[in-house]
């Protein structure tokens, strides 16, 4: 069976320091992933897709990055956080385009 | 721009009641996804509806869809205190992997 695990599961970061959030899916080749982020008491917003090695789509101009360097490995990254960028960050995998996204444990990330 | 309603955005009901969650959306699509979100939690998959006229029932929840009128429904059937979460439904439509989700609804159920 398939799994998502991301890390950490809480953070919290000064203003102005770096990112880096860490999803890993097992059990599957080539998914899609995805990362969203979810403000408190809100919706879902897409961030970044990627349906395979070394491809990013973005969604959101911001200063948040997101890179694939492995098939199952999905990164989140920032050089300078803002206050803006506090909130639930969220990966999910799908098998392809019209396959349900599978959402893994989420990162609660407080910027301060 | 593909914009995803929910109404209502909060449900108080009590236990035993029948009630209904709608979803809108804005622009022709071929798939919808409902999902569960409880507090604090991560999401999880409920229903995927993927034709016009599609109907998924799990225990007290069924979910529809009409693509005509651009019209999900999640109907829950004599309610009980578990099925408080929040519900979000989520559209898909066209080329590549993009969901856009709507509001999400609050749903507290009383005893």
Known sequence: ?112 | ELKVEQNPLFLSMQEGKNYTIYCNYSTTSDRLYWYRQDPGKSLESLFVLLSNGAVKQEGRLMASLDTKARLSTLHITAAVHDLSATYFCAVGPGTASKLTFGTGTRLQVTL
């Open chain 1, 1 to 112: 069976s398939q799994t998502i695990h991301q890390w950490p599961a809480t953070l919290v970061q000064p203003v102005g320091s770096p990112l880096s959030l860490e999803c890993t899916v097992e059990g599957t080749s080539n998914p899609n992933l995805y990362w969203y982020r979810q403000a408190a008491g809100r919706g879902l917003q897409l961030l970044f897709y990627s349906v395979g090695i070394g491809q990013i789509s973005s969604e959101v101009p911001q200063n948040l990055s997101a890179s694939r360097p492995q098939d199952r490995q999905f990164i989140l990254s920032s050089k300078k956080l803002l206050l803006s960028d506090s909130g639930f960050y969220l990966c999910a995998w799908s098998r392809d385009r019209t396959d349900t996204q599978y959402f893994g444990p989420g990162t609660r990330l407080t910027v301060l």
